[in-house]
């Protein structure tokens, strides 16, 4: 199954559920508006087509339908559902330099300096919801626990780092060198993607020795 294909097959069902009802309750400019939608959604074969048809969805609120509690909670299960596949289909994967790789629409995968990071839909946590974390202290840092990332040669934090300016507005750990001097000195630097996950790049003169280096 394609992405197209998973999106009408989750989507279909919520419109039709929001038609049946809306035919119902007489609703008809309504209903009229919505079965537009659910016949758009079957036809469509791009996904060009598909985001035109959240578009459309997104002028819901101007069309001045007056609904009862239980068409917007319909209505509503279905917008939300939109906006989050439309997030899925317009995210920039080139802001950060991380090739796309396989996707469908509730998730996809990166090339995290050849290592495969899975980005998955977190339906709990919504559009604007943020992953919650705890700090630690760390070198006189807060660090932000969970976190995950990547080690990196020195050559390519340098090279993330000058990559990532002006694209990163605000870090959680700006870039510095930690446990200068002493086993384990490192070039790090922590920021959050925008659903609150906490990413480290971290480098190393020589990480074969360094990395797990206590003496």
Known sequence: MNAIESVQSDLRPKLEKLVGYLNETNEVMAASFFTNILVSLVQLT???QLLELFIELSTTAFQ??????????LT???????EQVAQTFTADDNQLGFAEGRSDVHWVDFDLFGHQLVVHLDPALGSQGQVAHIKQGVDGHGVPVPH???VLTLAQWDQFRMQIDGVIDEFIIEPYTRF?????????MFFQDPSGNALEFKAFKDIQSALFSTA
Not at 76 to 82: F, G, I, P, R, T
């Open 76 to 82: 509503d299960d279905v917008l939300l559902y939109a």
């Open 180 to 188: 200068e001097g002493l086993p384990g000195e490192q070039k790090t």
């Open 64 to 73: 001045g339908f007056m609904f009862d509690d239980v068409s917007w909670a």
């Open 46 to 48: 791009e996904e060009e």
């Open 148 to 150: 995950f990332g990547v």
